[in-house]
């Protein structure tokens, strides 16, 4: 009979198959979060631009109406109708809508604007009139710009001789002083020139000696603007005037200039 011998043993190990062991798992838990975050991050984008619009814009909304040119009263009737707030913030002169009625608003109107929101108006405090203060003996620069500071604007300033008031200062306003005036109105402005120059007849200064013609013209309030030596004349007239302007005989103002020529001989 024949026996078989028995075959050696051989230790046979396991091997891991593949795609097991801890590293596969860290894979997927990564794989599986960043799936949860990019399903988070299209959600929160679903939210902002569809959900969220939506549900404001059903019945929350409303359009801003135009309060502008409308009494208090109206204004706030109005806004309340629409189931909003009116907060009157202040007031300023407007020379076209009456006092008590709306001159801005804040928002504007047409905007969509959510209820129960506030719209600021300001009111018109209607025309901003001034009176014109006197300023009789002030100079000109210095009643100019107290003028513009109140808002009127002085487009003529009339020059006129007076014996009362010093060169340089108001005589008068037109509208004069008292007059109660829109802000922006024009105003004239009468400054002094101070007295009226002396009108009289030239007198003759041919053959004076240069001096005594000096002393006559400036005695009489004119100026002896320039005194020239000329050759050529006789004996007889050197060194007195031969030649003078204003001639003798013609009207002159005090303060005139005078031109006089010396004969020299």
């Known amino acids: ?120 108006v300001v009111l018109s405090a209607g025309i901003d009139l001034k009176i014109i203060p006197a300023f009789g003996g002030v100079t000109a620069r210095q009643a100019e710009l107290e003028l513009e500071r109140m808002g009127f604007f002085v487009d003529e300033l009339i020059e006129v001789h007076t014996n009362r008031v010093e060169r340089g200062r108001v005589v008068g306003t037109h509208p004069g002083s008292g007059a109660v005036l829109p802000a922006g109105s024009r105003i004239s402005m009468m400054v002094s020139l101070g007295p009226k120059p002396r009108e009289f007849v030239m007198p003759s200064l041919i053959g004076r000696t240069p001096e005594e013609a000096r002393l006559i013209a400036e005695g009489l309030g004119l100026v002896v603007r320039s005194m020239k030596y000329e050759r050529g004349r006789s004996d007889i007239l050197r060194d007195v005037v031969v030649v003078q302007d204003p001639v003798a005989g013609s009207r002159v103002v005090e303060g005139e200039g005078v031109t006089l020529r010396v004969g020299k001989g």
């Open 1 to 120: 009979m024949c026996s078989a011998k028995a075959a050696p043993r051989q230790d046979v190990t396991e091997r891991p198959e593949a795609g097991s062991g801890p590293a596969v798992g860290v894979r997927r838990v990564l794989l599986f979060a960043s799936a949860v975050v990019a399903a988070l991050f299209c959600a929160i984008i679903l939210v902002n631009n569809v959900i969220m619009p939506l549900i404001v814009r059903q019945g929350d909304l409303v359009v801003a109406p135009e309060l502008i040119g409308r009494p208090l009263i109206e204004a706030t009737r109005a806004t309340s109708d629409l189931g909003l707030r009116l907060q009157a913030t202040t007031e300023r002169p407007d020379p076209e809508i009456p006092a008590g009625h709306v001159v801005d608003q804040t928002p504007v109107a047409g905007v969509d604007i959510k209820r129960g929101r506030t719209v600021e």
